[in-house]
């Protein structure tokens, strides 16, 4: 499966972007990670292959939902009330098959990632 993330951009606090993952074939877990400039990457949101579960960050629950639209192969991240600590490049990822962790090493065919920055 190849990933595609897209939807970043430059946004001021307190703002909203949605981001988008689209694959090229049908995906089961799927991830979004973050990796902020010197710092490793980072879990962000899951949601299972019916969508009915997802699990979050402590840091973004309230701000952030993901979703996803199975017929269409593709991941949303919607994310609100934006803060400066949210800046950092964002990623979209399958969970491999046997792995059960929100780790990034539970996780492949990592998309090429897109820029989230948030002004102050």
């Known amino acids: 499966v190849q990933l595609q993330a897209s939807g970043g951009g430059l946004v001021q606090v307190g703002g909203s972007l949605r981001l988008s993952c689209a694959a090229s074939d049908a995906m089961g877990w799927n991830g979004w990670f973050r990796q902020a400039p010197g710092q490793e990457r980072e879990f962000v949101a899951v949601?299972?292959?019916?969508?009915?579960?997802?699990y979050y960050v402590d840091s973004v629950k309230g701000r952030f939902t993901i979703s996803r639209d199975n017929a269409k192969n593709t991941v949303f991240l919607q994310m609100n009330s934006l803060k400066p600590e949210d800046t950092a490049v964002y990623y979209c990822?399958?969970?491999?098959?046997?792995?059960?962790?929100?780790?990034?090493?539970?996780?492949?065919?990592w998309g090429q990632g897109t820029q989230v920055t948030v002004s102050s």
């Open positions: 990822a399958a969970r491999m098959k046997g792995r059960s962790s929100w780790s990034p090493a539970d996780f492949g065919s």
């Open positions: 949601i299972g292959w019916s969508g009915s579960s997802t």
